[in-house]
Every structure is written in structure tokens, then in C-alpha cells.
T-cell receptor, first 114, second 110 residues
Framework: GAGVSQTPSNKVTEKGKYVELRCDPI?????LYWYRQSLGQGPEFLIY????????DSGLPNDRFFAVRPEGSVSTLKIQRTERGYSAVYLC????????????FGSGTQLSVL | QKEVEQNSGPLSVPEGAIASLNCTYS??????FFWYRQYSGKSPELIMS????GDKEDGRFTAQLNKASQYVSLLIRDSQPSDSATYLC??????????FGTGTRLQVFP
């Protein structure tokens, strides 16, 4: 595709439910990043993929958060037993090989946990 | 201490003035520094990158880096109302992890 695509654009769920957020990066980009952004804050690093493997997952807040990228393209961020504090915009970004190039961000998924 | 620190603002400047945005970082080994602009309700977009000490100019934007002081700044000359946005400083930490500051909200008034 022309840009980074994230679906859904909005997700409303109830406390304790499981959610999946999808990111489709720019074709050919090997590096993929997930960030979480709360209102009035900068993007908070969650995880970085290089190809199929998670090169750095040190930003995942706890073991309820998990992300995969099985074929080195599309990535899914999975959140179990959601909490109200997990409400935020989840941003995905990709770059050709790594962070010395421009990161292209998707439009984000607004997650609301009621 | 946060890895990347910025004053949240808002920084208000009149149209035509120079806006100066500042950022400090904690990892002395960091080598790559970026400024992203984020309009309200939109995603961040890269406006400048800088890797060496000194100044780097691109149009109305100048990025300044001082590694000894662990300080990065962005100057916007001839500020326009369309420059009103949040400016995010980002620093590459360790391998390829890019850490963002909280952002500085800039308001340019006519």
C-alpha cells in the first residue's frame, strides 16, 4: 500500500476483554514499531521488529501485551485482560531498515476500555 | 530522569518570529536525533534529523546538536500559524529503539 495502514481506527471494549490491533506497513519496509500515545504525551515505545523477530520488546508494559509479525510484513498487537488505563492511541510505524531513516506512521488505533 | 525531556509548553510566538524548541537526553552514547511534528489528531511526521554536532538547516528549520551538553534544539524561522503543532524530539537509544519526548506545543498567533 501507499502508506502504513492500521485497523481498526477505533476500538471500544470492556475491561477484561481481549483485543487485537493490526498494522500493515509500507511494502518492503523491514523495520516495524509499535508505540502507545496517551493524551498530552509523546509516543511511548512498546516494541520494535526487524523482519519477523522482535529486536526489542522492552517497552511492553506487562505480559498482557504481545505482538507478532509472522511473515515479516503485517503485525498484530494483542492485549489480554484490558484495563481502563490501557486506553490510548496505538501507533504503528515502519521504516526501510531501521531508525536512521524516516519513520512512517499509520493513523493509529484509538483504543477505549470502558 | 526521563530518557528524553522537553518542556511541554505551550510556547507562544507571533507570526514571523523565531520559535526555539529545546530537548535534552540522558544517554550519552546516543548518535541519532530527530524532530517530528504532530498536528492535533494526526500522526507524527519527520521534519529534521541530525547526527553530528553543530547546525543543520533545511528551509525555515534549523536543528542544533551539542552532544557534550546532551542537548538538541529546533529553530523555526519566520514562524507561520500553520506551524502551530506539537514538536516531538526523538533520540535513538542503544540499537534501533527510538524514544520520544513528551513534545512541546507551539502556538503561532497572527
Amino acid at each position: 500500500g501507499a502508506g502504513v495502514s492500521q485497523t481498526p481506527s477505533n476500538k471500544v471494549t470492556e475491561k477484561g476483554k481481549y483485543v487485537e490491533l493490526r498494522c500493515d506497513p509500507i511494502s518492503g519496509h523491514t523495520a516495524l514499531y509499535w508505540y502507545r500515545q496517551s493524551l498530552g504525551q509523546g509516543p511511548e515505545f512498546l516494541i520494535y521488529f526487524q523482519g519477523t523477530g522482535a529486536a526489542d520488546d522492552s517497552g511492553l508494559p506487562n505480559d498482557r501485551f504481545f505482538a507478532v509479525r509472522p511473515e515479516g510484513s503485517v503485525s498484530t498487537l494483542k492485549i489480554q485482560r484490558t484495563e481502563r488505563g490501557y486506553s490510548a492511541v496505538y501507533l504503528c510505524a515502519s521504516s526501510l531498515t531501521g531508525t536512521n531513516e524516516k519513520l512512517f506512521f499509520g493513523s493509529g488505533t484509538q483504543l477505549s476500555v470502558l | 530522569q526521563k530518557e528524553v525531556e522537553q518542556n511541554s509548553g505551550p510556547l507562544s510566538v507571533p507570526e514571523g518570529a523565531i520559535a526555539s524548541l529545546n530537548c535534552t537526553y540522558s544517554d550519552r552514547g546516543s548518535q541519532s536525533f530527530f524532530w517530528y511534528r504532530q498536528y492535533s489528531g494526526k500522526s507524527p511526521e519527520l521534519i529534521m534529523s541530525i547526527y553530528s554536532n553543530g547546525d543543520k538547516e533545511d528551509g525555515r528549520f534549523t536543528a542544533q546538536l551539542n552532544k557534550a551538553s546532551q542537548y538538541v534544539s529546533l529553530l523555526i524561522r519566520d514562524s507561520q500559524p500553520s506551524d502551530s503543532a506539537t514538536y516531538l524530539c526523538a533520540v535513538r537509544i542503544n540499537t534501533d529503539k527510538l524514544i520520544f519526548g513528551t513534545g512541546t506545543r507551539l502556538q503561532v498567533f497572527p
